[in-house]
Nanobody
């Protein structure tokens, strides 16, 4: 079983930074693509970033490109999301997710393509 636990969320002022972590307990995911998604109150869950299983490819939503950085440490079975220059519109629950399939082609941004999800961590950015 894949068990994912997000951490690192909290309250931060606009312009500040946070680093989210997604740690696997039990089975690891070193051979799986990983993604970060977020969901604000009353809104649909949206793609944030994804990273290839080997770290060789990344994909960012336009809204976070240049501010957020996704990375992974497969030895620790952990994926990170470094968030800089945070804006109030970044406020959301952030989820990490695992693509359970060994897909060809580009990293998927589709929520439905991810099979395993953490419980989320709240990020609140005050103005």
């Amino acid at each position: 079983q894949v068990q994912l636990v997000e951490s690192g969320g909290g309250l931060v002022q606009a312009g500040g930074s946070l680093r989210l972590s997604c740690a696997a307990s039990g089975r690891g995911f070193s051979r799986n693509d990983m993604g970060w998604f977020r969901q604000a109150p009353g809104k649909e869950r949206e793609f944030v970033a994804a990273i290839r299983w080997n770290g060789g490819s990344i994909n960012y939503a336009d809204s976070v490109k240049g501010r957020f950085t996704i990375s992974r440490d497969n030895a620790k079975n952990t994926v990170y999301l470094q968030m800089n220059s945070l804006k109030p519109e970044d406020t959301a629950v952030y989820y990490c997710a695992v693509d359970g399939l060994r897909r060809a082609g580009t990293l998927t941004t589709s929520l439905n393509d991810y099979d395993y999800w953490g419980q989320g961590t709240q990020v609140t950015v005050s103005s």
